[in-house]
């Protein structure tokens, strides 16, 4: 028996009970981490830290501890009116109310359009003439760009020493160019 506790002094993770429920307690949901890896990081601290409880007291407290540590207090509020009775139905309905609350903000910002047969041909003809000026306009834009070169002028041209553009730029002739 001597030995066996002196092993699992040694060995044994039960002095780490208190570090894992330190961490649970401590746990917050980092940003770019999804609710999924957040649940699943909480379930895997609570097997450790709570490995002598039962089974329905772990999940109670999981889904309590998931709760506290999710970032958003928008999503977080809700759920702790829930009352949640395990980890997986608190992620589903964390789940649940984010993709609800996406959908509504985004749309809010999309209206319908109802289209008569008769303007739709001439709105048409309207959006074919715009959309061939703008491609017109951005070709004439793009071949301008090429042909004249960039002003930039804190910039200091390293062949002519003169400000406004830089070497491959530059439109002074050396002679040995002209040669």
Known sequence: MTIEKA???????????QFYRTGLKTKRQKPGESLQELAADVERLMSLAYAECPLDVRERLAAQ??????RDEETQHPN?????????????????????????????????????????????????????????????SVAGKKNTPSRKPNMTCWKCNKKGHVQRECQATTSNQEN
């Open 80 to 140: 702790k009116f829930m009352d949640a009775r395990d980890l997986k139905s608190s992620l589903d309905y964390s789940l649940k109310y984010e993709a609800a609350r996406t959908v509504s903000k985004t749309s809010r910002h999309v209206r319908s359009m109802e289209t008569e047969d008769h303007s739709s041909r001439e709105r048409d003809d309207k959006f074919e003439f715009f959309f061939n000026r703008l491609e017109k306009l951005l070709n004439s």
């Open 7 to 17: 092993l699992e002094s040694r060995f044994g993770d039960s002095h780490l009970t």
């Open 65 to 70: 501890y998931f709760i506290d540590a999710i």
